[in-house]
């Protein structure tokens, strides 16, 4: 890589290596799906007594994968009696070092089966197979060997408290990470000693079914987790039911509102994981390679599907130039293509309503005034891709500001000072995640105690680990995943 001075001042990255890269696809032949999944209740597979099924489709070549049931009201009944049961009769009498074994069991299923895992991530969902096996699946694995660990030592994480299990979790997933999510939901409410019935997102249906296959494996006793796909419909029946305890949701604002309306008045715990429109906050004292690199993992990781994807930018006037430049140089490098490829950086869209909202909101950036910006990739054919995309000269009240895209479209703002970088990051309806890019670390702890965003980075982006809590503020929800704070959603006090 070669640097040279350029006109801001700032010296240009050259990214051209002579390289091209050959296709690198990792291979499919190993993965076993069925043709048609039938409802995960009471231990076995069973055909839905709505009679419905859907066919879930690879949203980079728009090719089915499998059929899979629409569970309807008769079988949520069916399920959530199943954990009901398994609650009363088995899981609650389970010695909590028993459970700590089955969840051991399903780590190291999952750790096994990696491979399967990932590609089939990656072909319903549409993410780079890159990020599916190193992020997605070892992170779900981690997810149940930490929660694993917690399982007997629940007098330890509310000491003199006597934690006790609620009963019967009703869990609600989106489809930007879907094993992940079935992961955050599973792991702590099983460790506290709950029983389950979790519904996967209609158009990513198939690792929840994997899951269900690993956990039938594990030798978990029947019902403790049950696994129910469908569509909105089949989460409004779950969240209704009157024998679930706890109703635990990751998704859309707007469905969090519905789900809210729909529990209040009744004895359920709710928890809500909601949307986000974090600040990514670049200061003039910051590496500003480093920066772009990470303004680039904030908005283009996952092709933006992320809740708390960094999807503004705020950058210090004095650096604006350069950030941006580098930006579009570093945008150009990006592999937008075939999910299976290694080589791959951006996935495809994962559905093709997903798709239109976001060509919607390319719109809306344009008609507000602001100034697009695209990368020259070419786009497949074939499928939903949208290429890396930029917005500048953005301001506070347009919408590409203010509403939550959930695609690779980024809104860029400047900033003079601190004050006005809080002003700006914390004036809109979420409160979710945020970063901040600075050499200096008292500017850090300024700027984290002043924002109100659940989790904000420093100097990198999109951290996870199953020991550090997630959530939100303001309409980006409440109550925290991942833990010792994700436990607490799962036991009385
Ligand atoms: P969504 O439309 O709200 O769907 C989420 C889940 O709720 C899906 O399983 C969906 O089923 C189900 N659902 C739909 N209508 C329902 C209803 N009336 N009652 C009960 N359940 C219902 O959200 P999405 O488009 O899948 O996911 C994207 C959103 O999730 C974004 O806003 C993102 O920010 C948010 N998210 C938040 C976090 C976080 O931790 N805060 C993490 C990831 C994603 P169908 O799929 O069948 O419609
Ligand atoms: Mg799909």
Known sequence: MKAQDTTDGA????????WTYAPAPESSDHIRLQDRYGLFINGAFVPPKSGRHYVTVNPATEGALAEVADAGEKDVDAAVSAAKRAYERTWSRTPA???????????????ERAREFAV?????????????????????????FYYAGW?????????NRSPRPLGVAGQIIPWNFPLLMAAWKIAPALAAGNTVVLKPAETTPLTALKLAEVIRDSGLP????????????????????PHVNKIAFTGSTDVGKLIQKAVAGTAKKVTLELGGKAANIVFEDAAIDQAVEGIVNGIFFNQGHVCCAGSRLLVQEGVADAVIRKLKERMETLIVGDPLDKNTDIGAINSKEQ???????IAIGVNEGAELHQSSATLPSKGWFCKPTLFLHTSQSHRLVQEEIFGPVLAV?????VEEAIEKANNIPYGLS????????????NMTSKMRAGVVWANTYNKFDPTSPFGGYKESGFGREGGLHGLLPYVHL
């Open 11 to 18: 010296a240009a990255l050259s990214f051209f290596s002579g």
């Open 97 to 111: 070092k028993e459970r700590a074994k089955y969840i051991y069991r399903i780590a190291r299923i999952i750790q």
């Open 120 to 144: 089939i991530e990656s072909m319903d969902g549409g993410k780079p197979i890159r990020e599916s096996r190193d992020v997605d699946i070892p992170l779900a694995a981690n997810h149940f």
């Open 151 to 159: 399982a007997d030592k629940l007098p330890y994480a509310f000491p």
């Open 222 to 241: 029947d019902g403790v987790v049950n696994i129910l796909t469908g569509f909105g419909k089949t989460g409004a029946a779950l969240v209704a039911h």
């Open 355 to 361: 798709l239109e909202k976001i060509s919607s909101y």
């Open 413 to 417: 703002q400047t900033f003079r000072t």
């Open 434 to 445: 945020a970063g901040v890019w600075t050499d200096k670390g008292s500017k850090i702890f």
